[in-house]
C-alpha cells in the first residue's frame, strides 16, 4: 500500500491502523494495488483510498478539544476508509500503541465525564472495550491507595522452563539443553538481589513477584537460596503480596509448594493455557490437562491465591474448546484468571513456521475472548488490568479477571507504570518512577552474558 500524506505528518499511526485491516500488508509499496491518500486542509481531514480501482472516501472536522485533534481527526478518517472497503471494525479504533487503562484515565482527567463520549465518538472506541477500562480503574482503586511516594515492588526473573513452548517469545532456556547455566545464573541473580536491597532507598517492598520463565523448574535447593536471598536482603513485614509465577504445572511439587510456604509466597500462578489435550500438544506443553488439575489441587490445599493463565487463539483450538476449558476453571473457582491472546513474534516458533497458525482464525479468536469477558463477569470475576500488544491474532487484549478485592497488585503497578519496580535477572528491567517521569535501565538480555557480567545492568 502506498501512503500520500498532504499537509500532515502522521505516517507512522496511519500505517499502523492500516495493518489493523490488513495484518501482513506492507506500506512502504503499491504491489497489492492499494493506495491512500490522507490531506489536512484547515480545519477538516480527508481521505481517499483507492483499492483496486475502488474509491472509498471520507471526511472529519478536526476537534480542537482533544490534546492531538489534527492527528485524531487524520487517523479517523484513513480507518474509516479501511472500514468502508473491508467491513471490519476493530474494537479499540484508534487506540494503537496505548496502555487502554492509562488513556482512558488521561481522557477522564481532560474530558471528565465526556470521557466515554470522546472515547467512542473521536477515538472510535468500542462501548465493550470502554465497559472493559471502566471496571478495571473502579477495581484497581484499592491496589493504588496502598501505595505510598517511595514505595516500590521487586520483581525476580529466573528465565528457565523445562522444554521451550512453541508460541513463546520470551527469552527463556530449557533445563535440559541449558542446564549447564542454572546455578551460575542463581549465584549472579542472589548477589545481584543483595546489592539491590543496598542501593534501594529502604528495604522494604509492597509486593515481590518472582516470574520467567517458570522459576519452579529449577532444583529445589536452588529455588530455595533465591527465596532466602531475598528474605535476608529485604524486609518483607510490609509485603502484602509475594507471587510466583509457576507456570508450567509438570514444575508444581510439594517440595515447591513447602519453600514458598515458608518465605511468606501467597499467590501462585498454575498455567495450563488450554484444557485441551490436542493443543496442549501441538504448543509443545509437556504437560497434560490432569498434570493441571492434580498441581491446582495441591496449590490449593497449601492456601494460596491462585492465579490461572490461559490463550485464546491456540493452533486446533475452537471457540468450543476454549469456552468448555473456561467453564471447567471457573468451577475451580481461582482468585484470579488471564485471558491472553496468542501473540505472534518472530522469535517464537509459531513466528517462524506461519503454517502452525494460518488456520486461527482472528474472527474466533474475537469471539473467544468475548466469550471470556461474558461468562467471567457473570461469575464475579472481573477486569482489573489490561495490556495490548503488536501482532496479537484479532488485535485483542491480554485481560486480568480477579474476584473481588483479589486483585495482584503487582501487575496493576508495573502494567500502569505507576510504582517503582526494582527488577534482578537477566532481560529484567527496572522502572524507576519517579514525579511524572520513568528511569528504566535492563538486565542483560541472554543468562550467559548475565552471568558473565555479573548482572550489570544496561541503561
Ligand atoms: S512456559 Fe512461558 S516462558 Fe516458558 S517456554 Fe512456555 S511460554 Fe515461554
Request: some cysteine; hydrophobic content about 30%.
Amino acid at each position: 500500500m502506498i501512503i500520500n500524506l498532504i499537509n500532515n505528518d502522521y505516517k507512522f499511526d496511519i500505517s499502523n491502523t492500516a495493518i489493523l485491516f490488513y495484518p501482513r500488508i506492507s506500506v512502504v509499496d503499491d504491489s497489492d494495488g492499494k493506495k491512500l491518500t490522507v490531506s489536512l486542509d484547515g480545519n477538516t481531514a480527508y481521505a481517499e483510498y483507492n483499492d483496486n480501482g475502488i474509491l472509498y472516501r471520507s471526511n472529519s472536522e478536526v476537534d480542537d478539544s482533544l490534546y492531538d485533534g489534527p492527528r485524531c481527526a487524520c487517523v479517523r478518517v484513513a480507518f474509516d476508509v479501511f472500514h468502508q472497503a473491508t467491513g471490519l471494525r476493530p474494537p479499540w479504533g484508534l487506540l494503537i500503541g496505548v496502555r487502554p487503562v492509562n488513556f482512558y484515565l488521561k481522557m477522564s482527567d481532560i474530558h471528565g465525564d465526556s470521557c466515554e463520549e470522546v472515547l467512542e465518538k473521536s477515538y472510535l472506541v468500542a462501548p465493550e472495550k470502554i465497559n472493559i477500562c471502566r471496571k478495571a480503574v473502579e477495581m484497581r482503586k484499592s491496589s493504588v491507595d496502598k501505595l505510598s511516594e517511595d514505595s516500590y515492588s521487586l520483581y525476580i526473573s529466573i528465565p528457565f522452563c523445562p522444554s521451550r513452548c512453541k508460541y513463546c517469545s520470551f527469552v527463556s532456556y530449557s533445563t535440559e539443553k541449558e542446564k549447564k547455566y542454572i546455578s551460575p545464573y542463581i549465584e549472579t541473580l542472589c548477589s545481584e538481589i543483595k546489592k539491590t536491597a543496598e542501593t534501594a532507598p529502604h528495604r522494604n517492598p509492597l509486593t515481590v513477584y518472582i516470574g520467567g520463565g517458570t522459576p519452579t523448574c529449577i532444583e529445589d535447593c536452588l529455588f530455595e537460596r533465591v527465596l532466602n536471598q531475598i528474605r535476608e536482603s529485604f524486609d518483607l513485614s510490609d509485603c502484602f503480596e509475594y507471587t510466583v509465577e509457576a507456570g508450567r504445572p509438570e514444575t508444581i511439587t510439594e517440595e515447591k509448594l513447602c519453600i514458598m510456604k515458608k518465605y511468606g509466597v501467597n499467590r501462585v500462578s498454575v498455567n495450563p493455557q488450554t484444557l485441551s489435550e490436542e493443543v496442549l500438544f501441538t504448543a509443545g506443553r509437556k504437560h497434560t490437562v490432569q498434570d493441571f488439575f492434580k498441581a491446582y489441587s495441591l496449590a490449593k490445599e497449601y492456601g494460596f491465591d491462585i492465579n490461572i493463565d490461559l490463550i485464546a487463539g491456540l493452533p486446533l483450538e475452537t471457540t468450543e474448546s476454549f469456552e468448555n476449558g473456561l467453564k471447567k476453571i471457573i468451577e475451580l473457582s481461582p482468585a484470579n484468571i488471564t485471558v491472553h491472546t496468542l501473540y505472534i513474534k518472530r522469535a517464537a516458533d509459531y513466528g517462524l513456521d506461519s503454517s502452525l497458525y494460518a488456520n486461527t482464525d482472528p474472527e474466533a479468536v474475537t469471539q473467544m475472548v468475548s466469550t471470556a469477558c461474558n461468562l467471567l463477569e457473570k461469575e464475579g470475576y472481573f477486569p482489573y488490568y489490561l495490556y495490548r500488544q503488536k501482532n496479537t491474532v484479532g488485535n485483542n487484549e491480554n485481560i486480568g479477571f480477579s474476584k473481588k478485592g483479589k486483585e495482584c497488585a503487582y501487575n496493576i503497578y508495573m502494567m500502569d507504570d505507576i510504582q517503582t519496580v526494582y527488577a534482578c535477572g537477566a532481560n529484567a528491567m527496572t522502572k524507576i518512577v519517579k514525579n511524572g517521569s520513568i528511569d528504566r535501565s535492563c538486565g542483560t538480555k541472554f543468562a550467559y552474558n548475565y552471568i558473565r557480567n555479573n548482572g550489570e545492568k544496561n541503561k
